[in-house]
C-alpha cells in the first residue's frame, strides 16, 4: 500500500477563511483506491514554506506520492509549480500534460493551469488545481496509471518493459 501526503495550498484556507474542499476529496478517492494517507497539511501560497515542505516529507520518506491541490493559476500569489519544481531531481511532464489535455474537453480553463509533475528521491509530486470539480476528474484519470509508476519507482518492480 504506498503512502500519500496530501498538501493543500490556499491563502484564504491557512486563514480560516474558506473550507478546504479538494483535499478531503483527494484523500477520498486516494483511500478507495487503496492508498493510504500519510500526512495532510494546509498551506498558504508560500514559495519557501510549500517547498520546505515538500523537503520534508520526500527527504524523510513520509510519503510515496505527494499530490498538491491550489496555487497552479496565474494569480500573483500561486507559486506551487515553482516550489515544486525547486525541489525537483527530475520531471516527469507527461503526467501533467496528459491530465490538462484529457480535462480541457470539458473544462477549457484546464489549459491555464500551470501544474508540474516531478520526482524527488523516492517521491513522485503531482500538482492539482484547486477546484474540487478539477481535481475529481484529475484523479480519476491519475489513480489507475499511478501504482505502476510508484512501484518502479520505489523499486518493487523492476521492469516496466514487460508491461
Known amino acids: 500500500m504506498?503512502?500519500?501526503a496530501i498538501v493543500t495550498l490556499s491563502d484564504s484556507g491557512y486563514a480560516g477563511r474558506r473550507e478546504d474542499l479538494s483535499g478531503p476529496i483527494i484523500e477520498e478517492l486516494c483511500r478507495t483506491d487503496g492508498f493510504r494517507i500519510s500526512h495532510t497539511i494546509l498551506l498558504?501560497?508560500?514559495?519557501?514554506?510549500?517547498?520546505?515542505?515538500?523537503?520534508?516529507?520526500?527527504?524523510?520518506?513520509?510519503?510515496?506520492?505527494?499530490?498538491?491541490?491550489?496555487?497552479?493559476?496565474?494569480?500573483?500569489?500561486?507559486?506551487?509549480p515553482e516550489a515544486t519544481s525547486a525541489v525537483a531531481d527530475r520531471f516527469v511532464?507527461?503526467?501533467?500534460?496528459?491530465?490538462?489535455?484529457?480535462?480541457?474537453?470539458?473544462?477549457?480553463r484546464a489549459m491555464l493551469s500551470r501544474g508540474v509533475s516531478v520526482i524527488r528521491k523516492q517521491t513522485l509530486i503531482v500538482n492539482l488545481p484547486g477546484n474540487p470539480n478539477a481535481v475529481r476528474e484529475n484523479m480519476e484519470y491519475l489513480l489507475p496509471v499511478l501504482p505502476h509508476g510508484l512501484e518502479i519507482l520505489t523499486g518493487i518492480a523492476g521492469?516496466?518493459?514487460n508491461t
Open 2 to 4: 504506498f503512502a500519500v
Open 44 to 80: 498558504p501560497d508560500d514559495k519557501e514554506m510549500i517547498s520546505a515542505e515538500l523537503r520534508k516529507i520526500c527527504d524523510n520518506h513520509l510519503a510515496d506520492l505527494i499530490i498538491t491541490t491550489g496555487g497552479t493559476g496565474f494569480s500573483p500569489r500561486d507559486w506551487t
Open 93 to 108: 511532464p507527461g503526467i501533467s500534460e496528459f491530465l490538462r489535455s484529457s480535462v480541457m474537453p470539458r473544462m477549457k
Open 159 to 161: 521492469d516496466c518493459a
